[in-house]
């Protein structure tokens, strides 16, 4: 039994394109391998805090010496990296937002790419640790960016997934869906159809 791991992050629920996706990809997934553990996260209904002095001590220093409000920050960032860690299929599903990830994606992001956790200093250089695992990304976007400089959203999350040993990666894009009906169809369809191929 594999375990996946859903981070759901746009500002909208039911208008929001790329959880069609999302949607399809559970369906898939369900039909394919039942017995498998889907966990979603949505950091957009349920925001994470943004990182701040606590989160640092709480990583930083040693038991005993912690605040309260570090050693809550600690733990609510293990609870995120052990999510992670355990996933053997790690889904991210966002918006673009100004030509970039949501604010509360990269919240997320900021608790789980962790030095001594998810990725280790060696003598070499830094080292991912979450080798073996998926990932697959899901975006909806108002314009085209693919083959585009302005497109910071894939080329940034591709870093920091090889960053931390992640190297079985998939992005699926929803383009040009602000941009009446027709367009909009036709982009779903174009990224439903690659999700089909993939699960
Ligand atoms: C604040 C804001 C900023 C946006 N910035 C961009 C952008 O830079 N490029 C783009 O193609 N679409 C942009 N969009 C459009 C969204 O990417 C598009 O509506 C997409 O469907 C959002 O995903 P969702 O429907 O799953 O929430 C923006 C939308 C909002 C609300």
Redesign the pocket.
């Known amino acids: 039994m594999s375990s996946v791991l859903i981070i759901e992050s746009?500002?909208?629920q039911q208008?929001?394109?790329?959880?069609?996706l999302t949607q399809q990809f559970i369906n898939q997934w369900r039909t394919a391998n039942p017995t498998d553990q889907i966990i979603i996260r949505d950091v957009a209904l349920n925001p994470i805090p943004h990182m701040d002095a606590n989160l640092i001590g709480g990583w930083m220093k040693p038991a005993g010496q912690r605040s309260e409000n570090e050693q809550v920050c600690l733990e609510r960032s293990n609870e995120l990296t052990s999510e992670l860690l355990t996933a053997d299929v790690l889904v991210i599903?966002?918006?673009?937002?100004?030509?970039?990830i949501s604010s509360t994606l990269k919240a997320w992001l900021d608790h789980v790419i962790r030095a001594g956790v998810t990725f280790k200093y060696t003598h070499a250089r830094p080292q991912g640790v979450l080798t073996g695992k998926r990932a697959v990304v899901l975006?909806?976007?108002?314009?085209?960016?693919t083959d585009d400089t302005?497109d910071h959203q894939e080329p940034y999350l591709r870093q920091l997934l090889l960053f931390i040993g992640i190297h079985d990666i998939t992005f699926i894009h929803?383009?040009?869906?602000?941009l009446g009906s027709i367009f909009r169809e036709k982009g779903i369809r174009h990224a439903t159809t690659l999700l089909t191929q993939i699960v």
């Open positions: 746009s500002a909208l208008e929001s394109v790329y959880r069609q599903a966002l918006p673009m937002y100004n030509f970039t975006t909806a976007r108002g314009g085209i960016h302005s929803a383009e040009v869906v602000d």
